[in-house]
């Protein structure tokens, strides 16, 4: 039989164990878990907003990619940076975790960043989890292509249309543009993020402008399309 201290220090072990590790929601195919990172953490309530939130999304995703992996496994945490302009951030990691990064000193803290953005950055980090399994980036336009599609996903199933994924007529030669450059880190940043020339998400842009392209010569949708090479989205694109 256990003393009454003991018991009690075995209590205080656990939530600081659940507050440093998460308190996970698992299904078996979906773990949803909770970190806290320098001293910040998010709330039991809030955790409880982000899973609903999670577990809806991952549900409605795997109808259109059956090919997500079991278990997934969606890390949240909370960081402080005032770089996130929407105060968060996803990150799709192989073979089976996205990361999701949320300020919680955000304009409305964590609860209505959740409200605003969790839900469409799922989809498209569920995205790059399958079609990352299936077809590796080695060029840009491998890079293009993967964000492009993403976007297209995201924005066709949550009816969200991110500002990275709004093209203009200045999407066509921005392809052109994009051949044939290095792939490292800084210029990624520079071609995908932000252009020193003060262009934004010049690979997002061009990336969903040819996807849109390749789903309406095909007729395919973008997960239909999900492990269709560059080379074959490029050409259904009509931009060989």
């Excluded at 799709?92 to 803290?109: E, F, I, K, Y």
Aim: net charge positive; hydrophobic share 35%; charged share 25%.
């Amino acid at each position: 039989m256990t003393k009454p201290w003991r018991r009690r220090a075995l209590g205080s072990l656990l939530v600081l164990l659940l507050s440093q590790c998460g308190g996970s929601g698992d299904d078996g195919s979906l773990q949803v878990k909770f970190y806290s990172i320098d001293g910040e953490t998010i709330s039991r309530p809030d955790r409880r907003f982000i899973e609903a939130i999670a577990r809806d999304a991952v549900s409605e995703a795997r109808r259109h990619l059956p090919q997500l992996p079991t278990p997934l496994v969606i890390r949240v945490q909370p960081e402080v940076d005032t770089s996130l302009e929407r105060g968060e951030n996803g990150t799709a990691s192989q073979p089976n975790m996205v990361l999701w990064t949320v300020d919680p000193r955000h304009t409305g803290g964590v609860r209505r960043v959740a409200k605003t953005w969790l839900r469409t950055c799922l989809f498209h980090e569920l995205h790059h989890l399958v079609r990352d399994a299936a077809v590796a980036r080695t060029t840009m336009l491998d890079f293009v292509v993967s964000e492009g599609m993403a976007t297209a996903f995201q924005r066709d199933l949550t009816h969200a249309v991110p500002p990275w994924g709004k093209y203009t007529s200045d999407a066509a030669p921005w392809v052109e543009e994009l051949r044939g450059r290095p792939t490292d880190p800084d210029h990624r940043r520079m071609w995908l993020r932000r252009h020193p020339d003060g262009r934004r998400w010049i690979g997002y842009k061009a990336g969903t402008y040819l996807v849109d392209r390749a789903t309406r010569n095909s007729g395919r949708s973008p997960a239909d399309l999900v492990t269709t090479s560059t080379r074959e989205v490029l050409r259904l694109a009509g931009s060989p």
